[in-house]
């Protein structure tokens, strides 16, 4: 292999290619070609080799007494961290010919103190090393949606007015400025004042323009940071509906305002066509016509490199307007408020980006005759089915008499399940503890959930049989154990369920009402129930999973095949499969500490 070679080699290699031109010389001249049989031992505690191992062909497991934890293949580079501290506990043995290059000992040391970047990510924890790999895997898809922020777009210089200032004035104000919109000052608080605020407000109540602005005002004007990313005040716009929002600098002073228009004309984007679209729609066939497109909006974010949340939250936002449309137009006016319509599980977590199915349910207020709900709640399911939603296997779904019931009849489900617990009733509490309020009275949810945590006082076991489920399905340390004659794992099973289960179980302990689960890790976070470092690598294990299962669902899609958790590990790219490793790793510890926190294994 010509040296020009090697440099292209080295150069695909995470993090070879952060050296400069004279320190990768350095590094390909000090560099040797090595070739190991199978079963040759390369490293163990009592021998430290003095070189570093960059894979050219052949496959490498590491063990960790006596236990398979690591296998390496072409292009994987291992062991830093017996070179660093001259001590190891693992295991490297050959399990198929190594060809493969060794970097001396004494050139990788002085590599790692000569660039800072090398050094990192050696050095780092896990996250920051998770995070450096995912930079790298997307960095070609970086767009302007991914790396925008609010203050990369036009923010247009804001017209206020004291609170205290006359309408006439204040139109006269914003005539100067050439803008419809007013922003009304108030103490340390921003109100807002759009052109249809006063024809509703003054027009057409002739009110006289001698009156003080505060009288009509809106309080508090939605804002978002200057250095928040553009994209999450996209989502924010489409999820309360509205064209514009405050721009505020970091000591919460308002700086200018962002109009719907702009941040469009930024990303080009379709999804407020479809939020439109939405809002419009006068009847079933214009609704369907509307949703059908989301699954381009999830397919072109996806493909623009955005993140997965921010996918998440846009989709199931636009989701959640469907489900509301959707009722009112089936369920007869003076039904509607009578009940609540929820979202469960995946959709309730707003977690679920392809359409893989759908559970949902309606609570009743008490008194009211549910037999009157259930013609609706039928076509509610069977509409959603024509949509494209697909039928929960489980039949969690609204047309199911058991899912659509009065506010006593699921407290009364609720202490069956926590007084006779069995691995249904837990699944009907984890599904129903995710829900979420779409559509009608969402106050009788908010009850059902306060009876629910009442009911939890003092249930350490059950919480602890709750919080087994966490272990229900075994999380692989490494690609080896599914690089197999199956090449296929379920990654929900393996990788995001434990993640779901036990963050959730932690949730219902400590009384919290969100229901996404990265949200859930934020707020135990800030309660001290997870530690700093924890709570930062779950969520970046979360996203890595999540985002591997949406690649994986868009394939399935676009190849018409039935829509699964399953990824095709054969497929995985070097940079994925350092990811997936790394996430599992996180899992598998978070398992460990889910066991400690619940004394699990008291139960066992």
């Known amino acids: 292999m010509s040296l020009r070679d090697q440099e292209a080699f080295l150069s695909n290699i995470h993090p070879f290619e952060v050296l400069s031109p004279k320190q990768m010389s350095k590094c390909i001249n000090n560099m040797d070609i090595a070739y190991y049989p199978k ?105 302007s949606f991914m790396i925008s922020k609010v203050e990369d777009t036009l923010i247009h210089e804001p017209c206020i007015v004291q609170k205290s200032t006359t309408l006439k004035d204040a139109i006269a104000k914003s005539i100067e ?28 109540t002739e009110k006289n323009l001698e009156n003080f602005v505060e009288d009509i005002a809106i309080f508090p004007l939605l804002t978002v940071f200057k250095d928040d990313y553009l994209f999450e005040a996209l989502t924010l716009l489409i999820k309360k509906g509205i064209k514009r929002v405050g721009v505020i600098n970091d000591n919460h002073e308002l700086i200018g305002i962002l109009e719907q228009l702009d941040v469009l004309s930024h990303f080009a984007n379709h999804s407020f066509v479809v939020d439109t679209q939405i809002k419009k729609a006068k009847s079933i066939d214009a609704l369907k016509s509307a949703s059908k497109d989301l699954i381009n909006i999830i397919r072109s974010l996806h493909t623009k490199g955005v993140k997965v949340n921010h996918i998440s939250n846009l989709i199931g936002q636009l989701n959640t307007k469907v489900y ?39 609570v009743v207020k008490d008194g009211i005759d549910v037999e009157q709900y259930r013609p609706y709640m039928k076509k509610m399911t069977e509409t959603l089915i024509d949509f494209g939603y697909p039928p929960c296997e489980g039949n969690i779904m609204v047309s199911n008499p058991f ?76 690609i080896a154990n599914f690089m197999t004659k199956t090449h296929f794992i379920d990654i929900k099973k393996t990788g995001v369920f434990p993640i779901v289960q036990g963050v959730r179980s932690l949730a219902l302990r400590e009384r919290i009402r969100e229901t996404t689960t990265v949200k859930r890790i ?38 018409k095949e039935k829509i699964n958790n399953e ?11 350092d990811l997936l490793k790394d996430s599992f790793k996180i899992v598998v510890a978070f398992k460990k500490f889910i066991t400690y926190t619940f004394k699990i294994d008291k139960i066992l």
Request: charged share 30%; with cysteine.
């Open 39 to 143: 079963d040759t031992t390369l490293i163990n505690p009592e021998h430290i080799p003095n070189s570093y191992f960059i894979i050219i062909k052949g496959i490498i497991h590491e063990y960790r007494d006596e236990q398979l934890v690591m296998d390496y293949h072409q292009q994987d580079s291992f062991d830093a961290n017996s070179l660093i501290y001259s001590t190891t506990k693992s295991s490297f043995k050959v399990q198929e010919d190594l060809i493969c290059y060794e970097l001396n000992k004494k050139t990788f040391l002085e590599l790692i103190e000569e660039n800072s970047e090398f050094k990192d990510f050696f050095l780092n924890n896990l996250v920051n090393k998770i995070q450096t790999l995912k930079t790298k895997e997307y960095t070609s898809q970086l767009t």
């Open 177 to 204: 400025y050439k803008t419809s919109t007013i922003i009304v000052k108030k103490d340390n608080e921003y109100g807002i004042i759009t052109d249809s605020l006063l024809k509703m407000k003054v027009l057409l």
């Open 324 to 362: 509301k449309k959707l009722y009112q137009l089936i369920v007869p006016e003076d039904l509607q408020n009578n009940a609540c319509f929820i979202v469960m599980g995946s959709e309730g977590r707003n977690e679920q980006i392809i359409k893989t199915d759908q559970d949902n349910a309606l």
């Open 403 to 478: 899912w659509c019931k009065t506010v006593k009849e699921y407290e009364a489900e609720t202490s069956r399940w926590i007084e006779a617990p069995d691995m249904q009733n837990y699944m009907d509490l984890a599904i129903f503890f995710d829900s979420f309020a779409v559509a009608g009275d969402k106050e009788l949810l908010i009850k059902l959930k306060d009876n629910l945590f009442n009911k939890l006082h003092d249930k350490d076991v059950f919480l602890a049989y709750f919080a087994k489920a966490t272990l229900t399905f075994d999380t692989p340390n490494t």
């Open 522 to 559: 934020k707020i135990l976070q800030e309660r001290d129930e997870l530690n700093s470092e924890l709570a930062n690598e779950l969520i970046e294990a979360f996203e890595v999973l999540s985002t591997l299962r949406l690649k994986s669902q868009l394939k399935q899609v676009d190849n």
């Open 567 to 577: 990824i095709d590990t054969h497929l995985l790219s070097k940079i994925e499969r």
